[in-house]
């Protein structure tokens, strides 16, 4: 299977702040025949289910928040929060895609700080 | 637009068996894959297996394997998990998502039921 790990564990920032979450998986996630790196970022908030934010680790899923980017290629990718909203404090994963079994980061939890 | 809405919370004794339901409405059921996906109290999220309904067959994580059953309704649009001889740190809630795309192929998961919380104690 492949291993992905967040870093860091949890990340305190100031409201309107950048927040950077990092994901680096066990082996490459990129498929060369049609580039595509498989690697998606989630937000989960108590109460609620997650809900995806990227894939294809940098494309935005429809009617979020363009302050949410993603970035990286291979094995090593990055979530970054441009300007850090209240409603934005959650446990954040990432997750391959590119073989089954899917994997999940441990999840970053981030604060406001 | 496809909603997945999942049965309710469940207490169930160890050695015992749950069943969750999850049923989809609003929009094409058979050809996407549904994923089941766990979260354990202060853990992770864990994908346990899957299943295209238009094709029956499903996956599951080689963890689950002999213990988890999934399968599919397409007469209804529900899907199902049942996880037999339930031990305590199968407390979680039991999640269903849906694929973003239909086919089979890798893909992530767009759209995701409500959750149901199973507890296992004595």
């Known amino acids: 299977d492949i291993v992905m790990t967040q870093s860091p564990d949890s990340l305190a920032v100031s409201l309107g702040e950048r927040a950077t979450i990092n994901c680096k998986s066990s082996q490459s996630v990129l498929y060369s025949s049609n580039n595509h790196n498989y690697l998606a970022w989630y937000q989960l908030k108590p109460g609620q289910p997650p809900k995806l934010l990227i894939y294809w680790a940098s494309t935005r899923e429809s009617g979020v928040p363009d302050r949410f980017s993603g970035s990286g290629s291979g094995t090593d990718f990055t979530l970054t929060i441009s300007s850090l909203q209240a409603e934005d404090v959650a446990v954040y994963y990432c997750q391959q895609y590119y073989t089954t079994p899917p994997t999940f980061g441990q999840g970053t939890k981030l604060e406001i700080k | 637009q496809v909603q997945l809405v999942q049965s309710g919370a469940e207490v169930k004794k160890p050695g015992s068996s749950v069943k969750v339901s999850c049923k989809a409405s609003g929009g094409t059921f058979r050809s996407y894959t549904i994923n089941w996906v766990r979260q354990a109290p202060g853990q992770g999220l864990e994908w346990m297996g899957g299943?295209?309904?238009?094709?029956?067959?499903?996956k599951s994580a080689e963890k689950y394997r002999g213990r988890v059953t999934i399968n599919a309704d397409e007469s209804t649009s529900t899907a199902y998990m049942e996880l037999s001889s339930l031990r305590s740190e199968d407390t979680a809630v039991y999640y269903c998502?849906?694929?973003?795309?239909?086919?089979?192929?890798?893909?992530?998961?767009?759209?995701w039921g409500q959750g149901t919380m199973v507890t296992v104690s004595s």
């Open positions: 998502a849906r694929d973003r795309e239909p086919g089979g192929t890798l893909w992530p998961f767009d759209i």
């Open positions: 299943i295209i309904p238009m094709y029956g067959a499903a």
